[in-house]
């Protein structure tokens, strides 16, 4: 069974670090990842996608693929309390237009 | 921007009662999605529709039906409302496979469900 994994946290840092969130997949065939981030209460919305191997730089988030080891990371630079929130990681399920999505890391950061 | 609405943000049900949750987008998106969250369950897909009137069963489609008869709405049916299927319902959308990197989903706000 395709799964995507990801520590449930609770991942907690200062405000102004960087966070690091992981993500690890099983199906070698995905081609497309995804970050979205939820607020408490309210639905999903993406951050980033990225379909290569190697970096993707967006504003503060910096995504990063791995193929090879079947992981996908975001980091979070200058980590604001208003991103205190889950992030959900996502992989295509192949040729089927779904996502697979893991159950996400929650994130606190403090003033 | 793609705009997903739903018809209800909260709503209180009898067990028993059928229910309708509907569901729009204004994208002309090809794909829709319905999915139910509950804390340390994640998000779980209910049914989707790539195509008006098909429908495709998803991971936990007992006890729900769906209907898709015009490309931008997508209804999700409980046929009799029982207590555990109280949860928040969050419908989505993305475009076509057939184009490059378009399984991107777009959410709706969500429907939180509380069945009595």
């Known amino acids: 069974q395709k799964e995507v994994e990801q520590n449930s946290g609770p991942l907690s840092v200062p405000e102004g670090a960087i966070a690091s969130l992981n993500c690890t997949y099983s199906?070698?065939?995905?081609?497309?990842f995804f970050w979205y981030r939820q607020y408490s209460g309210k639905s999903p919305e993406l951050i980033m996608s990225?379909?290569s191997n190697g970096d993707k730089e967006d504003g503060r988030f910096t995504a990063q693929l791995n193929k090879a080891s079947q992981y996908v990371s975001l980091l979070i630079r200058d980590s604001q309390p208003s991103d205190s929130a889950t992030y959900l990681c996502?992989?295509?399920?192949?040729?089927?237009?779904?996502?697979?999505w893991g159950l996400g890391t929650s994130l606190a950061v403090n003033p | 921007d793609v705009k997903v609405t739903q018809s209800s943000r909260y709503l209180v049900k009898r067990t028993g009662e059928k229910v309708f949750l509907e569901c729009v987008q204004d994208m002309d998106h090809e794909n829709m999605f319905w999915y139910r969250q509950d804390p340390g369950l994640g998000l779980r897909l209910i049914y989707f529709s790539y195509d008006v009137k098909m429908k495709e069963k998803g991971d936990i489609p007992e006890g729900y039906s769906v209907s898709r008869e015009k490309k931008e709405r997508f209804s999700l049916i409980l046929e009799s409302a029982s207590t555990n299927q109280t949860s928040m319902y969050l419908c989505?959308?993305?475009?076509?496979?057939?184009?490059?990197?378009?399984?991107?989903?777009?959410f709706g706000p969500g429907t939180r469900l509380l069945v009595l």
């Open positions: 989505a959308s993305s475009s076509d496979y057939g184009r490059a990197h378009q399984e991107t989903q777009y």
């Open positions: 996502a992989v295509n399920a192949g040729n089927n237009r779904k996502l697979i």
């Open positions: 199906d070698r065939g995905s081609q497309s």
């Open positions: 990225i379909y």
